[in-house]
C-alpha cells in the first residue's frame, strides 16, 4: 500500500498571503489529523477529521482551518500567514472502524513526510 | 491535560553501544503508547507501541515496556548503529477514539551514533 503523500513537500510565502496544503491518506483509512512541528513547540496537534466532519482540535487560532473530503483526502488552509507559521506541517492517518465511534484503542497514526513552509 | 516527558538531546553514542532514552507520561486512565522515529528531512515513522501495562513493544532491536507503576515508556536498544542517528519521539494517545485522534508527543530525543 503507498503511504501517506503530502503535497507540496516545500514552500515559501510571505506575511499576509494564505496557503492550502494536502494530505492524501493511506487506502481505506478515514482519520486524518495535522500536527505543526517547530523547533521551539514541538509537535502540536491541528486538528483531526473523520468522515468529512472535524472531530477534535487543537489550541490554535481560527486562521488555521481545514477540510476533508468524501474520498478522505484532506487539505489544511493558513490565511494570513504570520512568520511564526513558519514550520513542518504534518499529516497523519489511521484506520477507523465502520461507524468511526468504536470505544477502543486508538488505531495507529501512520505520518507523511510533511510540507515544508517558510514565512518571509 | 495529557503530557509526555522525554529526557533531552542530544544523546551521543558510539556505535555497538547501549541506548536508553527515558519517558514518562501523564495521562488519566491508561492510554496508549507509541515511539516515534524522525531521521533528517523527513516525517515521524512509528518504531513500537504498546497498548496496555506490561505490553512491551519491540522492532528492528529497539523496545519499550509500558510500566503502569511508574507511569514510564523508556526506549533501548543494546547495540545502536550509525544508520539509527535519527530524533525519536515518545507519544501518547487518549484511551478511547470517541474522543477522536489525537497524539500528545514529548519534546523528542536527538540522538547521534558516531562510527
Known amino acids: 500500500k503507498a503511504g501517506v503523500t503530502q503535497t507540496p513537500r516545500y514552500l515559501i510565502k510571505t506575511r499576509g498571503q494564505q496557503v492550502t496544503l494536502s494530505c492524501s491518506p493511506i487506502?481505506?483509512?478515514?482519520?486524518v489529523s495535522w500536527y505543526q512541528q517547530t523547533p521551539g513547540q514541538g509537535l502540536q496537534f491541528l486538528f483531526e477529521y473523520f468522515s468529512e466532519t472535524q472531530r477534535n482540535k487543537g489550541n490554535f487560532p481560527g486562521r488555521f482551518s481545514g477540510r476533508q473530503f468524501s474520498n478522505s483526502r484532506s487539505e489544511m488552509n493558513v490565511s494570513t500567514l504570520e512568520l511564526g507559521d513558519s514550520a513542518l506541517y504534518l499529516c497523519a492517518s489511521s484506520l477507523e472502524g465502520e461507524s468511526g465511534t468504536y470505544s477502543g484503542p486508538q488505531e495507529t497514526q501512520y505520518f507523511g513526510p510533511g510540507t515544508r513552509l517558510l514565512v518571509l | 491535560g495529557n503530557s509526555v516527558t522525554q529526557m533531552e538531546g542530544p544523546v551521543t553514542l558510539s556505535e555497538e553501544a547501549f541506548l536508553t532514552i527515558n519517558c514518562t507520561y501523564t495521562a488519566t486512565g491508561y492510554p496508549s503508547l507509541f515511539w516515534y522515529v524522525q531521521y533528517p528531512g523527513e516525517g515521524l515513522q512509528l518504531l513500537l507501541k504498546a497498548t496496555k501495562a506490561d505490553d512491551k513493544g519491540s522492532n528492528k532491536g529497539f523496545e519499550a515496556t509500558y510500566r503502569k507503576e511508574t507511569t514510564s515508556f523508556h526506549l533501548e536498544k543494546g547495540s545502536v548503529q550509525v544508520s539509527d542517528s535519527a530524533v525519536y519521539f515518545c507519544a501518547l494517545s487518549d484511551l478511547f477514539k470517541a474522543a477522536g485522534n489525537k497524539l500528545t508527543f514529548g519534546g523528542g530525543t536527538r540522538v547521534l551514533v558516531k562510527p
Open positions: 487506502s481505506g483509512h478515514r482519520s
